[in-house]
């Protein structure tokens, strides 16, 4: 073994979404400083399996910090203690020996658990299909020089694209309101020239389509940027609150 | 108008109403606050009655006054909803919290701080708007509102109350005031700061304000 | 000398012409007879959601499927650097025939010349159409489009958006995926894992797949499936693939007809962080766009590189003098900016010969001090009207240049390896990244099982031996916005008639139960062993001996061992868990087994390949100052592997005409 920390995990177990779960403890020993969390959620599960037991589910992907799949509410706060870092991207060294880590699911209604930690984020999806894009078709597009887009709307486009949809927005929330990444969206879009035509029935359809969803409104704690993995700006809700309550008012739809 | 309403029962119109409710009861909080202010002349309350008088037969304030009721309904009915329904956003709670790390205990607690507020403005409308309004105390010259104020503030406990009453509205404040714009969509990195700052002195200068006036009136110093 | 069972369907005339004239030739379907058209997508990459959207909206009943809990999470997402595209915006004398040109030379000369030509005409419309969607590429103070350059070429074409280009280019295509999933033109499913395809009278009408929350099985028709599921580099265990990267899907199809092209040809990056330790799960690659600013160095003498490694000097002390800029002193034309390939060969070679710099004695500098200071810190300077600056101002004036440029890779540095790479020189070292090798496609991307087709990275793709930097993201989006939207045509218009065939058709039920088969005796072996445990033993002896540098006796070998591996794991494998539950080891053990197989192929793909080119070096054939050396005399083709039975295939070739390029020597120097 590589290390020789050792960690006293909490970890919530549910087989599936009607179960009613629990949590679990397991010590883990030999746990090396430089090991990402989920790479200490690898030995632990190699050591459950070949105890006969069954692991631990978990989601997770490219272990790189982009591709938004990693969840894990650590010790209280989504993606765990430190700022802008994925829990993939989570080292041990942020840890002490003999720490007790308290690990459970995002929370919310509209994430409802698959198993363990494993939750399902299809709502964002569902969003995103409600107006999360340009209708342009493959073909139709002009030069891409053909419109100059300046560098400080590019530069703020750009900080709000940068969501990875990973929820952690809605696990931190009081609320789980997931203004956080549908303002991304919307912001990304409306500070851009391509964005504009779309711009009124954009918001009115996703603003919509959060609410069916189940996520909670927003009383501005401010949690969600505080935990974002990439710092996704609390402007951004502002300026969706600013086009909802534009787009109601000037519509010329009834 | 079905467009409104349902704009108004989205989640961001419903933050709307709280914002828009919120600053108008801010704007309503600079008036009484100023009005009562005019204690601290030290003049036997002769200032302060003539305002009193003022703001008690004006239409305009009169008719503002309902205006302000229905506003201050609104606010407390709408909030109860939302936290009510926020609540039902997230069925299981987290076992571990460490929500001080990413957000304010106040921000969070807004409907704690109202709900404190409102048993707070119970007593106070009972103390002084119900008699001023609904009895001949005043109206028929028996007292003044001033001499009102002395006998209500003249009790520790009412002191002590509406102190502590005075910290709730200050963090209410501390939270809703930069809130509102941030809700009403006023975030910009130039103006913002200037947003938040004005809201941390409006929070902590009206508040104090309004809990210096039982204090001097119980301690004498306002005679 | 090509296989008779090859036709790569080539279009005739001229080489600027080709594709202009075939995609006005190629037989079209009426809008009408495309709504009762079904097509089957696997993967929501760069391929699979850019051919969805564009192909749903041309009014076909696409589903797609992924194993990811949406369908933005593929990891196409994790491309950092950029895309090339010949658009020539910098006047700096770009164009379609230099991309073209430089894409078939980066490959090692052996691409197929009128695929490589196509893929750079299209590369302009591709950054056309991520404007349009409102890709946020970065963009000069004008409001122009910015680009910056990359290995292999001397012109700057690269489009980027900061570090996270393929994120951004995923999200835009993926937006377009979502629009036509709300139009109710695409039907998606994720959490489902395809396990085999359903060939039907020789055509490919359908696929098997697991959903991956319940367990089930599900059949699904289609009049035509597209194979856009990545490349298969988890092979090797440690790479730059995301945990759930897998060849599974091509695997089944290369199994059920679909010949496997050039298996071994695989991209060793080099700028990759080195592994820290035996619980390493993945290796994290450092943009290749940082070889713009980092200058690559180890120690000039062995007793320094010793003294680094044992902690008694510090890098940042060892003068100028002393240090070896391999690169910039084997390749003084390209410098850092040499291919792939070219640098990580050439970083092992450091590193075998005693001079590597971490505690495992492989890795080597990437050092951003020099141009910190004398590149960006002196422009600062000057900007700023500093006329002698000292040393510590430009420092300071360079490190913001620095971080406004690579801010994030240099964060995650710090957040991987715990050492901060502002004030310490990065340690880097190549780690498995692409494989260029995949399925064969003929020029309309279809496989050898007609109705089955292949795009991106699936493919044994547009690269030859090697791929350029930026260029993945190019092939994954042209193939599926720009061609297969055209190509499929000359398939589907024989197949209007063809009526939805029922799922119940025996060969729907055959290809289910033998699925089921296999996911029952994955459980039913109940062993000892865990299936990363296989995985790891795998990685290992796939790196040791078919990795950076080969020989036929090492790949003899290596052949052996997966094969008594491949046993062990059909008898001593533990899969806990139910069948139809959620169960990631469960999927994990189905990978795995294909894994082992695939890897066995690869061997033999080394093996039969005598000759160093691009990505696959046999250490029997290199020049005397250690380069490549091709055979292009004997091995000029694709070897395209047919399945036959268990470790048991037959080459078929299919020979490269190069009627355009003159073949030479690959020279950077």
């Not at chain 2, 305009?60 to 506003?71: D, K, P, Q, S, Y």
């Not at chain 2, 009510?84 to 997230?90: D, E, P, S, T, V």
């Not at chain 3, 062990?568 to 169960?583: D, Q, S």
Request: charge should be neutral; include cysteine; glycine fraction near 8%.
């Amino acid at each position: 073994m590589s290390g020789n920390m050792n960690i006293t995990l909490k970890v919530w177990r549910q087989k599936n979404k009607d179960d009613r779960g629990r949590f679990e403890t397991y010590p883990v020993q030999g746990v090396s400083p430089d090991m990402s969390f989920l790479e200490m959620f690898d030995v632990l599960n190699e050591r459950l399996i070949n105890e006969g037991k069954e692991p631990v589910a978990f989601d997770h992907d490219c272990r790189e910090g982009i591709c938004g799949m990693c969840s894990m509410y650590i010790n209280g706060r989504p993606h765990g203690p430190l700022q802008g870092v994925t829990t993939c991207q989570l080292h041990m060294r942020s840890f002490k020996t003999n720490d007790t880590i308290v690990v459970e699911p995002w929370r919310a209604k509209a994430f409802p658990v698959i198993k363990d930690l494993a939750v399902d984020r299809s709502s964002f999806d569902r969003i995103m299909s409600a107006g999360g894009f340009i209708s342009v078709n493959t073909g139709n597009a002009q030069d891409a020089n053909a419109t100059p887009i300046g560098k400080e709307d590019a530069d703020t486009a750009f900080a709000a694209a940068m969501c990875i949809g990973c929820g952690a927005c809605v696990a931190a929330c009081k609320n789980a309101s997931a203004m956080l990444f549908v303002s991304a969206k919307i912001s990304q879009f409306a500070l851009l020239p391509q964005g504009q035509p779309e711009r009124k029935s954009r918001v009115s359809k996703m603003v919509a389509q959060m609410d069916a969803e189940g996520f909670g409104s927003c009383t501005n704690t401010g949690a969600c940027e505080a935990e974002c993995p990439k710092g996704i700006s609390l402007s951004n809700i502002a300026r969706m609150n600013r086009d909802y309550i534009n787009a109601q008012f000037t519509s010329q739809q009834m | 108008m079905s467009w409104f309403s349902k704009m108004l029962g989205s989640s961001i119109g419903q933050k709307l109403i709280m914002g828009v409710t919120g600053l108008f009861l801010i704007s309503f909080l600079v008036v009484h606050c100023g009005i009562n202010a005019l204690i601290f002349m030290n003049d036997g309350g002769q200032t302060f009655n003539k305002g009193a008088e003022f703001m008690g037969t004006n239409w305009l304030i009169r008719t503002m006054e309902i205006v302000l009721f229905a506003g201050l309904l609104l606010h407390i009915i709408k909030g109860y909803s939302l936290t009510r329904q926020n609540l039902n956003k997230r069925p299981v709670e987290y076992a571990v919290s460490a929500a001080n790390k990413n957000s304010k205990w106040y921000s969070r607690s807004m409907g704690l701080l109202g709900t404190l507020l409102l048993i707070f403005l119970i007593i106070h409308l009972k103390h002084f708007w119900i008699t001023s309004r609904f009895t001949d105390q005043i109206t028929g010259g028996h007292i003044t509102l001033y001499e009102e104020m002395k006998i209500i503030f003249s009790e520790l406990w009412v002191v002590v109350l509406y102190m502590l009453s005075m910290i709730s509205l200050g963090y209410h404040l501390l939270h809703g005031f930069q809130s509102a714009f941030q809700t009403l969509g006023l975030n910009h990195k130039r103006y913002t700061p200037l947003i938040k700052n004005t809201g941390v002195i409006f929070s902590i200068l009206f508040p104090l304000l309004f809990a210096l006036m039982p204090l001097v009136m119980y301690l004498g110093i306002i005679k | 000398m090509t296989s008779a069972k090859l036709d790569a369907r080539i279009p005739e005339g001229q080489l600027e012409q080709k594709w202009t004239k075939y995609r006005s030739t190629v037989p079209l379907v009426n809008p009408a007879n495309k709504r009762s058209l079904e097509i089957i997508i696997v993967g929501s990459g760069l391929a699979g959601a850019s051919a969805a959207s564009s192909l749903a909206e041309l009014g076909y009943k696409v589903k797609v499927f992924c194993f990811q809990d949406s369908p933005r999470r593929a990891h196409s997402i994790a491309a950092q650097g950029g895309i090339n595209a010949a658009k020539n915006y910098q006047n700096d004398g770009d164009s379609t025939y230099r991309l073209f040109y430089d894409t078939i030379k980066g490959g090692d000369y052996r691409a197929r010349e009128a695929n490589v030509y196509r893929l750079a005409e299209v590369s302009a419309n591709i950054i056309d159409q991520c404007v349009a969607q409102g890709v946020p590429f970065a963009r000069e103070y004008g409001g122009m489009l910015d680009n910056r350059s990359f290995g292999g070429t001397q012109v700057k074409r690269t489009f980027y958006a900061a570090g996270q280009t393929g994120q951004q280019l995923l999200l835009g295509a993926y937006s377009a995926l979502q629009r036509q999933v709300g139009l109710g033109q695409v039907e998606m499913f994720t959490r489902h894992e395809m396990l085999d395809i359903v060939n039907i009278d020789g055509k490919c009408r359908g696929i098997i797949a697991r959903d991956l929350i319940t367990g089930k099985l599900e059949r699904h028709f289609g009049h035509a499936v597209l194979l856009c599921s990545g490349g298969y580099g988890n092979v090797f265990y440690l790479s730059t693939n995301a945990m759930g990267s897998n060849v599974t899907a091509a695997w089944k199809a290369h199994k059920r007809g679909a010949f496997f092209g050039n298996p071994c040809y695989t991209q060793i990056h080099p700028t990759c962080i080195p592994v820290s330790g035996d619980h390493q799960s993945k290796l994290t690659l450092m943009s290749e766009s940082l070889r713009n600013d980092g200058r690559i160095w180890v120690p000039k003498r062995k007793e320094d590189a010793e003294a680094i490694r044992s902690g008694k000097l510090n890098p940042n002390d060892l003068k100028e003098d002393d240090r070896d800029y391999f690169l910039e002193r084997r390749y003084p034309a390209f410098g850092n900016l040499v291919p792939r390939d070219v640098a990580s060969r050439a970083a092992k070679e450091r590193c075998d010969a005693g001079f590597g710099v971490n505690q495992t004695g492989e890795a080597v500098y990437l050092d951003f001090a020099y141009n910190t200071k004398f590149k960006y810190g002196k422009k600062e300077a000057t900007k700023l009207g500093i006329s002698n600056p000292t040393e510590e101002q430009l420092n300071t004036l360079g490190k913001a240049v620095i971080k406004e440029q690579y801010g994030n890779l240099f964060d995650m540095y710090q957040q991987i390896t715990g050492v901060n790479p502002y004030e310490n020189p990065m340690m880097i070292y190549p780690a498995v990244h692409y494989t260029m090798g995949g399925l064969w496609v003929d020029y309309n991307l279809m496989t050898t099982v007609p109705g089955l087709y292949a795009l991106g990275e699936a493919n044994f793709s547009d690269h030859g031996a090697n791929r350029l930097g930026a260029s993945a993201l190019m092939q994954g989006l042209a193939d599926g916005y720009f061609v297969v939207p055209y190509t499929i045509g000359a398939y589907l218009s024989n197949e209007i008639r063809t009526k939805p065939i029922d799922t119940n058709h025996e060969a729907f039920v055959a290809a289910e139960n033998e699925a089921k088969a296999r996911l029952e005796k994955l459980m039913g072996i109940k062993g000892t062993k865990s299936v990363d445990h296989f995985h790891k033993r795998l990685g290992k002896i796939m790196w040791d001996k078919c990795g950076m540098a080969r020989n036929a006796e090492g790949l003899k070998t290596a052949i052996a061992e997966i094969q008594t591996l491949k046993a062990e794991f059909w008898k001593e494998v533990r899969v806990p868990g139910e069948l139809n539950e959620f169960n990631p080891e469960l999927e994990k053990a189905g990978r795995v087994a294909d894994f082992i197989e695939l890897g066995e192929l690869m061997c033999q793909d080394a093996l039969n390949r005598n000759e160093s080119c691009g990505g696959h070096f046999r250490e029997e054939y290199q020049t005397e100052e250690g380069e490549a050396l091709r055979d292009d005399v004997n091995f000029n083709y694709v070897a395209a592997w047919e399945y036959i039975s268990e470790s048991n295939w037959q080459l078929n070739k299919e020979t490269l005409n190069y009627e355009n390029i003159k073949i030479a020597q690959r020279s950077y120097k």
